[in-house]
């Protein structure tokens, strides 16, 4: 067997990042879509990890600073997400965004 | 890497956390001081960050790698700055009759005027991208603000979905722009990329493409604008005034200093896949806009309609273009500013926002329809007014640079745009209001209201401060390009 390499990790970046794509699109729950966002999240951080072990750059730490950076934020944008959920929940019992829809065009 | 950083550097940003904080707490413990007054306690704050920052004019410093505080740096703080203070002052009557929790809701302006200075200031992609979701998380929680208005709720709801998926492609992007180049510095991408990318050119393409794609979203371009008319509806008046200003000055200044001083080598590559982008929002904005009922609505599509004659710089990118299209964007905040005032002060009036509410308008309080009137032409591309001025200056920056035909286009949508504006006015003059009566004048907002309109007429006759100004911001990140490429500069350390 070949040894596991840059390529074989980007693919699977690459594989998780449109698994998220593909239910941010297609959930009509909105923690469903969330889930998906994280998913794409966590597609681009496999990304970044992969990146700064195989790449010869002259900062190889930043892909990790990256991705510390990353999971903050993402936990921070599950609450603020979250939480309008909740608001959202108890104003209209329901979190189906395609029912959501006083605003258009 | 130098460890030891200057952090004198950032005062202002500390100034605006700081005070963002004493916001929180003297609303805690001293609610006597009223809604209102806490309001103008906040525009102090920021009045004093922008302030803080003129030291820097003239001086070319870095803070570590991260940010680079210069002319660009100073003039972007300062006209955030300015947004914040004239939001903070414009939202003191708003808060008061319809919002709870007015601390927290100054805090967040102040923060998202943090993100907006960081976005300036970033010369490293990491940074970049932090400030811009300082940025974007304070205005979702600004959109949901008005806690029992269903709209604002599902406002803030589509807005934030949107833009968690935007910077997740946008963050895809840096990190394959992150693994071909090995940096996520921009002088240092714009290196490598200026060299021989043969052997790295996939990966590069689909890294500037999601790039732009992700951009595009923050910004608002077509086809990436949907989640802007509902956001800009929902949300609090106020806020939709931050989020034209603010959200939209701190995207494109981070957006030509990112494409300026890190893509400008792959420029024929991009060039018109950003043109026809700008065709698309110039098109979609201007003719949706025409058969808007609302008020804020149609500010809105006016806004993406505007993005477009914005993008027209990016793609026309050279040293010229980029002044331009800093003078534009310093322009199309005033000129914004000044017609959502006159928006938010008949909404404090009367509570409408549809725009056959402002029939007779001019009856009741003609000097806000005549300065909604200036603002409207002047958004529209009226001579006289900032609109005409900074356009033709973009416009004619754009031709220089072989670019001609999109200028034209531009022009064209531009001409389309009076259309809609006009039908407000005329509702404002020609309809007959309900009622007679005049409505009360609270000074402040006419005071602020009379400082923007006059910062329109300056602008639209005698743009030469300004244009200057701009021109030695840009002069300083086209510097920074240079240097990378080895040209010997005077007075660069």
Redesign the interface.
Known sequence: MDSVDLEHF?VIGAIL?GI?LYM?LAKRN?VG??IG?EL??N??NL??IS??RF?????PL??H??VI??IT?AA??AA??LA??V??YR??DTIN?DQ?????? | MSTSLEWGLLAPEFLLAGWAAFIILIDLFWGGLGKERLGWLAAIGAAAAGGLSLIWVGDTKEFGTLADINDYTTLFRVLFCGIGATICILSARYVKDRLLHPGEFYALILLAVIGANGMAAAHELLTAYISLELLSFSLYTLTAYAKFDLRSNEAGLKYMLLGAFSSAIFLYGIGLIYGTTGSTQFAVIGDVLSGDTSDIEWGMYMGLALIIGGLGFKVAAVPFHMYTPDAYEGAPIPITALISALAKAAGFAFFLKLFAVAFLPLIDDWRYFIAGLAVATMALGNLVAIQQRNMKRLLAYSSIGQVGYLLVGIAALSQDTASALVLHLIGYAVTNLAAFTCIILYYNWTGKEEIEDYKGLAQRAPYVALCLTIALFSLAGMPLFAGFTTKFILFQAAADEDMLWLAGVAAFFSFVSLYYYLIVIREMYVGEAEEKTRFPTPWLEYTALTVLIAGVFLIGLYPRPVLELAEDATATIFVSEELESGEDLVGVP
């Open positions: 980007l990042f998220g941010s909105f879509v969330l966002i794409m999240f597609g681009v990304t970044f990146f700064s790449v010869e750059s002259a900062e930043n892909g600073i990256f950076f990353v934020v921070a944008e603020v997400a309008l959920a608001l959202l104003l209209r965004v959501i829809d006083l605003l258009k065009w």
